[in-house]
């Protein structure tokens, strides 16, 4: 949408009614359609000696000046985007793109599965966008009317009355641009909660659906309602973690299908690895149904929403393997089919995550040496969840103390700090050193808290600047943060001495700069260390870390962001492989620097081989090496 037509829409009025009443008037003016026995869309035409055709006028103004039209997919996305951000973040309506919309009902709607009972439905419709083109699809296909398309073939669900409504709309707006003009149509569009719903005391003798189509609501553990919460208790994959909303979708959308029914998501990759979406994956294998994966890996479809998704097309039917292809763009949608691997849901490890490129050499890899996880310790940095009132770079210092602004600050409450997700290929350590205020004693290498009365007496300075902030401090953790002092840390981790540490970025591109620190009072924040039991070790982990392999691995089994940015969290670090070097392998690690020997030299050792820009499996026998190629 338009700035200029968001900026009117939200003067305009924050009423669902007014704002579709407008929307709808501007779409038929501007197509020139008359409605002449539509009720509903009669209802929401605004007359043009009203008061309110003062304000379609200056509206249409602004239409005009932008795009001089609306189409109805305009239509469509203003009905979403003018969605208060209070309902957006609850009930986690997204617009989706009309390519993946088609994408999706192209996929599972076809001439040979249409019988004379189809039903398609979308269990969280929204405003209706993916029941418009399912509804378009099946006039495409049949000679049925628009009239009987809404009456039995087309079936929805939405929490909220409104997106309900629009629904409405819509369709009889579709049907209009089709030269149909009933009075009323008979809409099988329902209110309610998808985690509860009762599809059989709505749709008489029903025995499931022909089709689903949607993308399930993208709302965070945090933000679901405790409602809501409740009822995820009901469904087997929210049994881990603590599950996204778009979880349960999964098994609601299975077993509502028929013997012979599909199932098309846009919805979250996060399942493939995350914690939470383990007992999703396990269902998922259980079923062992006929799925393919269209993964967007680090794309972002949906634009300035930090969502990362993939296309999920499931079948009630019985297979033994997923089909999967990754693509980084809407365009690559056409040709896609020409990437598809298989991956066989036997090779698939529901409790670590799945592995879905490459799987055979990431499986490889995995299966070398010992997991990561059981060798290394992890840390993420540490938390205050007040960085820059604890955190700060001195604007100046004097024999005594650092100054935060103009507040002295003793210096002997002052640790060292740097925050590792600066740490890129050309960063110098001692670039990014800072401060940080650690009102905290060590006792046998662990943090210990000062009491109030210790703090005050012994660093008046630093007391005195925190008391400043102590209102900003409570309100941590929405207000609710369980402190043991008012100025502790918002979290306990990290907070004790670690001498040996690798630290590096949370997120990353190819190659930060991993960097070994061996001062113990050396702090970190907002990224990742590996505590080592010795330097040497660390020193051989940073080689393996900086290797081709390593990020090869990385790229096809950590969580992709945007601008192939990659996760080093230690939940996709865990189930590396490290390789159990003999004492010359040892060797050879601790004093080889150039980086092309080291990789080909682990490569070997882990049994692989690079040909060209792919891998390949080394199958060695007691007479010759030869190669199989995945």
């Known amino acids: 949408m338009s700035k200029g037509t968001f900026k009117f829409l939200k003067q305009y009025s924050s009423e669902p009614f007014n704002i579709d009443r407008l929307l709808v008037s501007a779409y038929l003016e501007l197509n020139d359609r008359t409605v002449k026995r539509n009720a509903l869309l009669r209802s929401y035409s605004i007359p043009k000696l009203s008061n309110e055709h003062k304000h379609l006028e200056a509206f249409l103004e602004v239409v005009k000046g932008e795009s001089k039209k609306m189409t109805l997919e305009d239509l469509t996305q203003q009905f979403e985007f003018v969605i208060s951000p209070a309902d957006r973040v609850v009930t986690g309506a997204v617009y989706t793109p009309a390519e993946i919309r088609e994408y999706i009902v192209d996929s599972i709607i076809s001439r040979k599965t249409l019988t004379q009972d189809y039903k398609v439905a979308d269990i969280a419709c929204g405003c209706g966008g993916f029941l418009l083109t399912a509804a378009a699809k099946l006039k495409a296909l049949t000679n049925y009317s628009y009239e009987e398309i809404f009456k039995s073939h087309i079936f929805g669900l939405d929490i909220e009355p409104y997106s309900v409504r629009r629904t409405e709309l819509l369709l009889s707006l579709l049907a209009l641009e089709a ?11 329902f209110t309610g909660d998808a985690l509860s719903f009762n599809w059989g005391q709505n749709i008489e003798a029903f025995n499931g659906f022909s089709a689903l189509v949607g993308n399930p609501p993208y709302v965070c553990s945090r933000n679901i309602r405790a409602a809501t919460r409740k009822l995820l208790k009901n469904w087997s994959v929210c049994n881990t973690g603590h599950p996204d909303l778009y979880i349960p979708f ?101 409790f670590e995550g799945w592995n879905l490129q490459n799987n055979e050499i990431i499986s490889k890899i995995e299966q070398t040496g010992i997991p990561f996880s059981s060798k290394y310790k992890t840390r993420n940095g540490i938390a205050t969840l007040k960085n820059d009132i604890y955190i700060f770079r001195p604007s100046k210092k004097d024999k005594h103390y650092y100054y935060h602004g103009d507040f ?35 006792e046998n290498g662990k943090a210990v808290i000062f009491s109030e009365h210790q703090f005050k007496r012994s660093y008046p300075r630093a007391f005195k600047y925190l008391k400043t902030k102590a209102d900003i401090l409570s309100k941590r953790d929405n207000g609710h943060g369980n402190y043991p002092e008012w100025f502790a840390f918002g979290r306990t981790q990290s907070l004790e001495k670690m001498r040996h540490k690798l630290l590096f970025p949370h997120i990353t591109p190819h190659s930060p ?3 070994i620190n061996s001062d113990e009072k050396l702090l970190f924040y907002n990224g990742v260390a590996v505590i080592g039991k010795n330097l040497n070790e660390l020193i051989i982990l940073k080689k393996i870390m900086s290797s081709r392999l390593f990020w090869y691995y990385i790229e096809r089994s950590s969580k992709p962001y945007s601008a192939k940015y990659f996760s080093l969290s230690k939940n996709y670090l865990k189930q590396f492989g490290i390789y159990q070097f003999n004492h010359s392998e040892t060797e050879f690690m601790l004093k080889e620097n150039e980086q092309s020997k080291i990789d080909d030299f682990l490569e070997r050792l882990y049994g692989i081989n690079l040909v060209g820009n792919r891998y390949e499996l080394l199958i060695r026998n007691q007479t010759e090496d030869s190669t199989l190629t995945y």
Do not use: W
Not at 424 to 441: G, L, M, N, S, W
């Open 250 to 350: 999964f098994q609601i959308g299975i077993e509502l299908l028929n013997n012979r029914g599909m199932l098309g998501y846009i919805t979250m990759n996060t399942f493939f690895k995350s914690l939470n979406g383990r007992a999703l994956r396990r269902y998922l294998q259980d079923q062992s149904l006929n799925f393919t994966i269209v993964d967007f890996g680090g794309f972002q479809v949906f634009g300035r929403r930090s969502t990362y998704t993939c296309i999920c097309l499931l079948s009630n039917e019985k297979a033994t393997e997923i089909k999967y292809v990754q693509i980084d763009s809407l365009e690559k949608l056409k040709f896609c089919s020409l990437g598809i691997e298989t991956v066989q849901y036997a090779a698939l490890r529901s």
């Open 513 to 515: 700069n991993y960097t």
């Open 408 to 442: 002295p600050i003793e210096k002997e409450i002052c640790l060292s700090i740097v925050n590792s997700n600066l740490l890129t290929t050309e960063t110098d350590i001692h670039a990014i050193v800072e401060k940080v205020i650690f009102p905290y004693h060590f």
């Open 179 to 189: 030269g149909e003009d009933e009075r009323r149509y008979t809409f099988n569009l």
